[in-house]
């Protein structure tokens, strides 16, 4: 409580402080008196007509009064009322009248003229450029398409020789092969090409003792049972070709049976996979080129149909001149044997 009251003395002392020397200030400096408004119908020292200046320390205009003095509230109705104004802002009036001018116009002009005969006939020499060179394009992929056909019936054929060879060895090979307990390493390849376009695991297959156990005849029936002509697994075909590098014919037939026949057996089934795939290729082409060449077909037609009207409207517009009837003149030639 002691230290509350001691602060509040120190503070009243402090105000009272302050106080003094406004008051002093007022004393020693008075401010002005204020000015003493003239009585009607009395005149100056200085003469008619003279009028007391204003001070200029007198009491401010109207109008500062009126904006020192201003209502808050009212200042914010005049914000409210800018900004209302800013609102209200006048929307642009729609472009109806340009709008409604334009089809006027357009309405005003004259159809076009229909095109002429050398137009049309221009048109049509056009289509049937394009037209041409349509078909020349399903002529030269009917050609391609015919020898493509021809190399994959051939390759088909090669093949088909080549699985009945490997059939044949299937049960000596077996037997060959399951004896082998050193690694022969090109048949060991080679039959690592086969379990890959298989679709083996190849964790399956990474080592000659786990190759083995897939020497029975249900590899040999796999392997006759493969279709070629689908597209390659280029997964598969990418361990097929690290398998197939460097594989010789004779180092093959050195060691087994199968081997090498193994190996032609993989050639010929990548011949027969790029064969029909490139046929397949080619006949979607050819089928899109008979598509465009009958939308060409169509466009002859409708530039052609132009031209037919064209020569119509032509021979109307310019009928031939009539020609004399030869009766009148055989008239008048029996007409004159008869006078003779």
């Given amino acids: ?12 002392e402090t105000g009272v402080a302050k106080s003094a020397p406004q008051e002093l200030e007022l004393e020693l400096n008075p401010p002005p008196p204020e000015p ?8 100056g020292a200085e003469g008619e007509g003279m009028v007391a200046e204003p001070d200029a320390e007198a009491a401010p205009a109207e109008g500062e009064e009126g904006e020192k003095l201003k209502d808050p509230e009212e200042e914010e109705d005049d914000d409210d009322d800018l900004e209302e104004e800013e ?19 357009d309405e ?12 049309c006939q221009a048109k049509v020499d056009k289509a049937k450029k394009v037209l041409k060179k349509a078909s020349k394009a399903v002529r030269k992929l009917t050609k391609k398409l015919k020898l493509q056909v021809e190399v994959t019936e051939k390759e088909t054929s090669q093949r088909e020789l080549v699985v009945a060879k490997v059939l044949s060895v299937k049960e000596p090979a077996i037997d060959e092969l399951r004896l082998m307990f050193r690694t022969p390493h090109a048949t060991y390849r080679a039959l690592k090409c086969l379990l890959y376009i298989l679709g083996k695991e190849p964790s399956s297959f990474d ?10 005849t249900e590899l040999f029936d796999n392997l006759q049972e493969f279709d070629a002509t689908l597209d390659r697994n280029m997964v598969h075909w990418k361990g097929v070709r690290a398998c197939m ?6 180092v093959l037939q050195s060691e087994a049976v199968v081997g090498d026949l193994l190996r032609i057996f993989i050639l010929y089934t990548k011949k027969v996979a790029k064969a029909c795939a490139a046929q397949r290729e080619t ?7 008979e598509e465009k060449k009958l939308i060409e077909i169509a466009a002859v037609e409708v530039v052609q149909k132009g031209l037919d009207e064209a020569l119509e409207r032509e021979a109307a517009e310019n009928p031939p001149p009539e020609e004399e009837e030869e009766g009148e003149g055989e008239e008048g030639e029996g007409g004159g044997e008869d006078e003779d």
């Avoid at 003239?38 to 005149?43: A, L, R, S, T």
């Fill in 1 to 12: 409580l002691d230290h509350a009251e001691a602060s509040r003395i120190k503070i009243v």
């Fill in 36 to 43: 003493v408004e003239p009585v009607e119908g009395e005149e």
């Fill in 87 to 105: 609102e209200e802002e006048p929307e642009p009036e729609p472009e109806e009248d340009e709008d409604e001018e334009d089809e006027d116009d």
């Fill in 108 to 119: 005003d002009k004259e159809p076009p003229p229909p095109p002429t005969v050398e137009e």
């Fill in 207 to 216: 080592n000659w003792t786990k190759c083995r156990e897939y020497l029975n």
């Fill in 245 to 250: 590098k460097d594989l010789k014919a004779d």
């Fill in 283 to 289: 006949e979607a082409a050819l089928k899109l080129a």
